[in-house]
């Protein structure tokens, strides 16, 4: 039971992590997508 509930712990772990590092690639992609706009509100190169 104990090694079920730590499989377990750890698929939610790496669910939370996956799910982090989606929604920054998600503002990374919306802040590039549109270039034309918000220009200013990004950092320079």
Known sequence: ???L???LAGIY???FL???V???V???VE???YPDQDRDD???P
């Open 31 to 33: 802040g590039e997508g």
């Open 1 to 3: 039971m104990g090694a």
């Open 18 to 20: 996956i799910k982090d």
């Open 5 to 7: 509930i730590a499989s």
């Open 26 to 28: 998600d503002q990374e």
């Open 13 to 15: 772990v790496v669910g």
């Open 42 to 44: 990004l950092p320079g």
């Open 22 to 24: 989606v929604d920054s």
